[in-house]
């Protein structure tokens, strides 16, 4: 089955301390990429990658970074994460065939 | 990308045609239009997507104006489970599919 899974689904912790979302996908899709939902703002792009080895910014990259190693795996992570990253994560993967998006369960962080 | 405006919100009853919106007016050439819905925190789901012609799933049929400045989807014969954030995305195709932005999208409501 094709899957986009994400981990953590649910994190509480506090400011500063670093963590990592890991995003992994078995669909072997080159595309990859994160979005953050925020109440009232919809869907933002935070980075996307192209191919391994491969990453760009979206629209909204301040605080993250991104690695991309394995055409598989595309993890997110928060250096010293500040209160105004709590906000619903989603991975996403894309094929090239037809450009539809794959999207995760999401993860649900929280940052006090 | 093109941007998009779409109606915050808009009701249906159910059985009947849900017509969603989306004006896309600065769109390019290469630029193809993506719909998707998303149910309640649920990763956002892929329905259909076209260049210029009409298109139709067993989801839904887009109809893309002469133009390609607007375009409608059209959930034929809605029921309670459609109800969700529905977002219109423009993308080009192909191998040029880096940044993707997101709406805020329109919150269908399907009542009995």
């Known amino acids: 089955e094709a899957q986009v899974t994400q981990n953590p689904r649910y994190l509480i912790t506090v400011t500063g301390k670093k963590l990592t979302v890991t995003c992994s996908q078995n669909?072997?899709?080159?595309?990859m990429s994160w979005y953050r939902q925020d109440p009232g703002l919809g869907l933002r792009q935070i980075y996307y990658?192209?191919?391994?080895?491969?990453?760009d910014k979206g629209d909204v990259p301040e605080g993250y970074k991104v690695s991309r190693k394995e055409k598989r795996n595309f993890p997110l992570i928060l250096e010293s994460p500040s209160p105004n990253q709590t906000s619903l994560y989603f991975c996403?993967?894309?094929?090239?065939?037809?450009?539809?998006?794959?999207f995760g369960e999401g993860s649900r962080l929280t940052v006090l | 990308d093109a941007k998009t405006t779409q109606p915050p919100s808009m009701d249906c009853a159910e059985g009947r045609a849900a017509n969603l919106p989306c004006n896309h007016s600065t769109i390019s050439g290469n630029e193809y239009v993506y719909w998707y819905r998303q149910i309640h925190s649920q990763g956002p789901q892929y329905i259909i997507h076209g260049l210029k012609n009409n298109e139709t799933n067993e989801m839904a049929s887009l109809i893309i104006t002469e133009d390609r400045k607007s375009s409608t989807l059209i959930l034929p014969h809605a029921t309670l489970r459609d109800t969700a954030v529905y977002y219109c995305?423009?993308?080009?195709?192909?191998?040029?599919?880096?940044?993707?932005?997101f709406g805020q999208g329109t919150i269908l409501t399907v009542h009995p």
């Open positions: 669909m072997n899709h080159e595309y």
């Open positions: 990658s192209m191919n391994v080895e491969v990453t």
């Open positions: 995305v423009m993308n080009a195709g192909g191998t040029s599919y880096g940044k993707l932005t």
């Open positions: 996403a993967t894309r094929t090239a065939y037809t450009g539809e998006l794959f």
